[in-house]
Structure formats: C-alpha cells, structure tokens
C-alpha cells in the first residue's frame, strides 16, 4: 500500500479548500468502498481529509423538504419514520444493499458516490479505461453479466453499484454540494454521467467538492411506492437489474408515475419514457408492458464469455410490470 497521510480538518470549508488543492486527496467518512481500493491498489491517493464529523448526521425538515445530512448513516436512513412513511421506496433500496454491518458504516454522501464493481475495474491487471485511462475495456467481450444495457460507450459498459441511488432518482431528490466556489445545487438525476469519451469521470462534481446534504421534495405519491431488486442471490449482492417506482392511479388509470432503473446503466436510470406511456394509460398489466418496452427500445446487450446479458431485457420488463402490478393492486385495496 502506498503511503498516506491524513488530515481531519474543524469545518467544511478547509476540507473542500484542503482536497481540492491537491490531485491526489480524496474524501473520508464511512470509508466503505475506499478501503477496498486502498486494499485492491485501484486507488493510491496520497491524502485522506476526514469529513466524517463535518457534516450533519441529522434528518430534519427544511420547509417542506426533508433533508437527509451527508452523514446520516445507511441504517439510520433506512429506519427513519418519516422515510419509511413518506418514501418507503427509500428505505426499501437502502435495505436491499449491502449487510447490516456495513449500513452502520455506510453514509449517505457517500453512498451515490461509490464506484462500479465491474471485475476489471478492481483487477488492476486488466485494462480498464475508468481506472487507467486510454488503456482499454476488458469488460467488452469478456465477463458482462453485471454489465450495462442503456447508455454504454465504446470506452466503459460498467454499471453504477447504487441501490439507494436508484430510489434518489426516482424521487427527483435534489444534492446540496460545498467546493471552493461556494454552495450549489444538483438535481440527484444529473449528479451522475454517462460514460461517454471520459468514463474515469463518474460525477459532474468537481474535484474538492463536498455532498453536504440530499433534499427530498414533497410527493405525495412516493407514499406508495417500492423498490425492487433482482440479483444472483438473496442477500449481499448486487442488481442485476432493480426498479425503484412510485404509481397514482385513480379509477383505473395512471395519473401519474415515477420509475428508475438499476444494474443496467452507469448511472441509476431514469426510466422517463416507460414514465410517459404510462400516464394516462389503463393501470394494466398490458400497459405496464408497453411501458417497458418504450424505455427499453434503445438498449444494446452485450455480448461476452459468459453468454452476455442479454437477459436482462426480458428480466427486467418482468421486473417493472410486476412492480408496478403490486403498486397498483395496493392502491385498489385502499381506494
């Protein structure tokens, strides 16, 4: 492991002033996915700038928001009233990642941010154009079970490891970010890139720049709502595919729906065409189809060594109608 050194700074600023002074440091606070880098040698920086006290662990309401602090734990997040009431879809993502032990650790700045798990992306003896840019994709045409079907470029087919963030896209959350220029605002859904030319690049945040908080705006529909994941095995896994939504229907119909995807993309994907063919549509099983096929016309599945993954077309259109199904059977009963 390469030597380095470590700095806990007293407030927010110095942190974001200390970091984006030099190319090498990086952020601390749960430390969960960094310290399998640091073991792995996919990352080597030379300072680590503790932030685990420097922002809130606190969820609190801010006008009609609810603001979740950055260092709000995983589990914490998971358990809270107000989340599991208003946005259970929320709750449900963050329980459906990681152990138990690691949502203690886990916050919930830190959660979005953490890397893909593509297998060449840890392997630092592969090729990997977002660890060593301009040196290639192992991933294309080799192991891909896990990898993307919307959005990919020639320079990285990698997926986004994120549950919760699935859910945060879903929700229209809003990032409340410090760097050296001051405070700005991130809608969550553009927080993450695409691939594109740059797939080194996994956020549009700039380096020294900080998550202070994640905002949830009120909808009223996320109260019913849920996420669902679809992975090897039962527990500590990650998604093959996974959909986050939210339906409102009323005599019948949908007025209105939210739906992201997971395990099929570099960043959680907003399913914003399934959303449209739904609204106002018939709240049937055939609709719920269409809606998959609609967002799923554009997806390109990938060959590879393991047969690619090509089902998870089929796989995740069953996903979403049978979600959307139990949605809508659960607004009947209490209509």
Not at 80 to 99: N, T
Not at 144 to 149: E, K, L, S
Not at 247 to 270: E, I, S
Request: aromatic share 4%.
């Amino acid at each position: 492991m390469k030597p380095f050194d470590y700095q806990a700074p007293t407030d927010p600023g110095t942190a974001t002033q200390t970091v984006a002074a030099d190319p090498g440091a990086v952020f601390l606070a749960g430390g969960t996915n960094l310290l399998d880098h640091l073991k792995l040698g996919v990352l080597r920086p030379s300072l680590l700038v503790d932030v685990t006290a420097l922002t809130s662990a606190e969820i609190s309401e801010v006008g009609d928001r609810l603001r979740i602090g950055a260092a709000v734990r995983n589990s914490d997040l998971a358990a809270d009233q107000r989340i599991r009431r208003h946005y259970p879809m929320l709750a449900r993502s963050v329980l459906a990642g990681a152990s138990g032990q690691l949502r203690n650790m886990a916050t919930t700045g830190g959660n979005p941010l953490q890397r893909t798990r593509c297998v060449y992306f840890q392997d630092v003896t592969t090729p990997c154009n977002k660890r060593e840019p301009g040196t290639g994709c192992s991933a294309i045409g080799g192991y891909t079970r896990y990898h993307a079907i919307l959005g990919a470029s020639e320079h990285c087919v990698a997926t986004h490891p994120s549950d919760m963030a699935v859910a945060l896209t879903a929700l229209d959350a809003e990032v409340q970010v410090l760097g050296p220029d001051g405070e700005r605002s991130i809608p969550f859904g553009e927080l993450h890139r695409l691939p594109g030319e740059h797939p080194e690049r996994d956020t549009v945040l700039a380096h020294g720049e900080l998550i202070l908080s994640i905002d949830l705006p009120p909808l009223p529909m996320a109260a019913r709502s849920t996420y669902r994941k679809v992975r090897d095995r039962a527990s500590y896994a990650f998604a093959l595919v996974s959909v986050a939504a939210a339906l409102d229907v009323a005599d019948g119909v949908v007025r209105d729906a939210r739906v992201a995807f997971g395990g099929v993309a570099h960043t959680p994907w907003r399913a914003r065409r399934a959303e449209q063919a739904l609204r106002g549509a018939p709240a049937s099983e055939q609709s719920y189809r269409a809606a998959a096929e609609a967002e799923l016309a554009d997806a390109r599945p990938l060959g590879g060594i393991d047969g690619g993954n090509a089902f998870k077309i089929p796989l995740l259109t069953r996903a979403l109608v049978s979600t959307l199904r139990e949605l809508a059977t659960e607004e009947a009963g209490t209509a």
